[in-house]
């Protein structure tokens, strides 16, 4: 049993601000399933978006934010995040996060990427999610009322059901984890919980997040009582190295910037010129589609993108991490061409939040990926994610520091019990029902969807979901186990989602409801 004035559930750009925020005046316990570094934080590559140009405007990035999202996004969420987002980035430079400077050395360097209207993205060269976790771990270490534990996994949300004394609050007093190192329960408790735990990724048989975005915490809020916002929004990558052990690897569109073609594998024929005039330079959806359509439509693995008609120095300047990766895969990008498959890249649904960070369930904030607040609509505008983080990391605590009195000090809480389960002899069940979901719902419930589609997943789901809660019910837990049981909840929440918008908007697109409803609806399902 721990027990901490306030519990950050994830060690990423988010749970780490809000941790940063709290501490100077409350102890404040960081949890992360792995190592602290394994969320998605420490690797985003491109950076983070901001007004820093002069004949930039707030408006503007307001519009770009708004237009990739569909208009699905709530206005005044973006407005408040957009003219956050200079003050945050000075925040994180003062921490030490050292942005790449300008030319002429008086201001940020700034990039621009698809979708903003000016160069707006701040960044750390290819590899800015990595100095600024550095950044946040180093500051989140060094303080006094940080306590960081990692190797600790979320099980549940501990709730007035969980009291010594029963109650029906829906008031969330901390959690059970379950402690890698020692192989035990725990409860760990605290006035106020803040949910930082990423996105739901690994939903997918391919995807560019790290191996724990099993959407944990989405699933962990929907069973305490909390509204679940615009899941079907989940954004792909068009091109993701198609191996059978690597299976996150980027290729980055700058390789079709630079001319990479993408191709079908039996016949090498072109195909982008058939789906849109702009070819390869067709934005990130449409490319995804395109590759989509050809695989489904001939039973394909992947498609090809190559490179290998360019200069081979020429490419190895351009590409040297994608040359290097992929030579040691035995593939010389200089002389054939890259097996590419579309992969999941990025969660835009999840927990619904206000402004300040709060959630339905009382004393629960939530903060990050593993959000719906408003800001990203029906798709994410680049480099706006990471800005979330700071932004609704910071709200989040100084809604906490400010609302303290009426913040309820913990009752006494059950311990976890395990007196009914046993340990496992069929560990091949987990391992079978997990590659199962990421092959149907990549098959079923991926870029291009149809109700027929839907409706078989959800099939598949109902019967899986009562197979792994069956398995729960009798086992004793392991991290496996508690990452598929909130797979399966996650999944179904996808499917769900998806089956109830009947129109085409952003990034859900059906076959069955082409066009775009007048009237932008957000889908909330409630438990
Ligand atoms: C390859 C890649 C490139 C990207 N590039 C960019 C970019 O350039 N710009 C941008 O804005 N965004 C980018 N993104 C998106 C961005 O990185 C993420 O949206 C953001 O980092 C999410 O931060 P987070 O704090 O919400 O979660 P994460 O950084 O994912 O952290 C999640 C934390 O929660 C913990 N956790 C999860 N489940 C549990 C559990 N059950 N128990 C305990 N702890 C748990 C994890 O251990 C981890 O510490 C990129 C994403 C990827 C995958």
Same mark, same amino acid.
């Given at each position: ?81 957009? @003219? ?17 400077? +300008? +030319? ?37 270490? *060094? ?7 990692? /190797? %600790? ?15 029906? &609050? ?58 679940? @916002?615009?899941?079907?929004? %989940? ?65 394909? /693995? ?80 680049? &480099? ?24 309820? /000090? ?8 395990? @007196?009914?389960?046993? /340990?496992? *002899? ?65 999944? +179904? ?6 089956? &109830?918008?009947?129109? &085409? ?9 082409? +066009? ?12």
């Amino acid at each position: 049993m721990r027990a901490f004035d306030v519990l950050v559930i994830g060690s990423g750009a988010a749970g780490l601000t809000a941790a940063l925020n709290l501490a100077q005046t409350k102890k404040v316990g960081v949890i992360a399933k792995g190592q602290l570094d394994e969320g998605a934080t420490n690797w985003a590559q491109g950076g983070v978006a901001a007004v820093l140009e002069e004949g930039d405007s707030f408006d503007a990035h307001v519009n770009d934010t708004m237009i990739a999202g569909a208009g699905l996004n709530k206005l005044s969420v973006v407005e408040h995040v957009v @003219s956050e987002a200079p003050a945050a980035i000075a925040r994180l430079a003062e921490l030490g996060v050292p942005f790449n400077i +300008d +030319d002429d050395g008086d201001g940020w360097h700034l990039t621009r990427e698809g979708g903003h209207s000016h160069r707006r993205i701040v960044h750390v060269a290819d590899a800015t999610g990595w100095a600024i976790q550095q950044a946040l771990e180093k500051a989140a270490r *060094d303080h006094p009322n940080i306590t960081l534990v990692p /190797d %600790m996994v979320a099980i549940d949300l501990v709730t007035g059901r969980h009291a010594a004394e029963f109650t029906t &609050s829906g008031e969330v007093h901390g959690l059970y984890a379950f402690n890698r190192k020692t192989g035990e329960v725990e409860t760990i408790t605290a006035r106020a919980t803040v949910l930082a735990t990423g996105g739901a990724g690994r939903t997918y048989l391919y995807s560019t997040a790290p191996r724990g975005a099993t959407g944990d915490g989405i699933a962990m809020a929907w069973r305490a009582g909390c509204r679940i @916002s615009n899941m079907e929004f %989940m954004q792909f990558h068009p091109t993701c190295l198609y191996n059978l052990e690597v299976k996150n690897f980027l290729i980055t569109e700058a390789v079709r910037g630079e001319g990479g073609l993408l191709r079908h594998p039996e016949t090498g024929h072109g195909f982008m010129p058939d789906y849109d005039e702009r070819a390869e330079l067709a934005p990130r959806d449409i490319v995804a589609r395109a590759i989509d359509s050809e695989i489904k439509r001939d039973g394909l /693995d992947y498609v090809h993108l190559d490179i290998s008609h360019r200069e081979p120095e020429f490419v190895k300047v351009h590409f040297p991490n994608i040359y290097e990766k992929l030579l040691g895969l035995g593939i010389d990008i200089t002389k054939e061409p890259i097996p590419v498959v579309p992969a999941q890249h990025y969660t835009c649904g999840g927990v619904m939040v206000d402004i300040d960070g709060r959630t339905d369930a009382p004393g629960l904030y939530a903060a990050g990926e593993v959000t719906q607040s408003g800001l990203h609509g029906a798709n994410r505008l680049a &480099s706006n994610s990471l800005l979330e983080c700071f932004v609704f990391g910071e709200c989040a605590a100084r809604h906490i520091l400010a609302h303290w009195g009426e913040l309820h /000090d913990p009752p006494a809480i059950r311990p976890w019990d395990e @007196s009914r389960v046993t /340990d496992s *002899d069929e560990e091949v069940v987990i391992q079978q029902c997990w590659g199962e979901i990421r092959r149907f719902m990549w098959n079923f419930v991926g870029i291009v969807r149809t109700t027929k589609r839907l409706e078989r997943a959800k099939h598949r789901i109902d019967l899986l979901r009562q197979e792994v809660n069956d398995y729960y019910k009798h086992f004793t837990v392991t991290p496996d186990l508690i990452e598929l049981r909130n797979l399966v909840e996650v999944a +179904d929440l996808i499917i769900r989602s998806a089956l &109830s918008r009947h129109e &085409s908007r952003g990034l859900h697109f059906t076959l069955d409801y082409p +066009d775009t409803s007048p009237e932008a609806l957000d889908t909330v399902l409630v438990p």
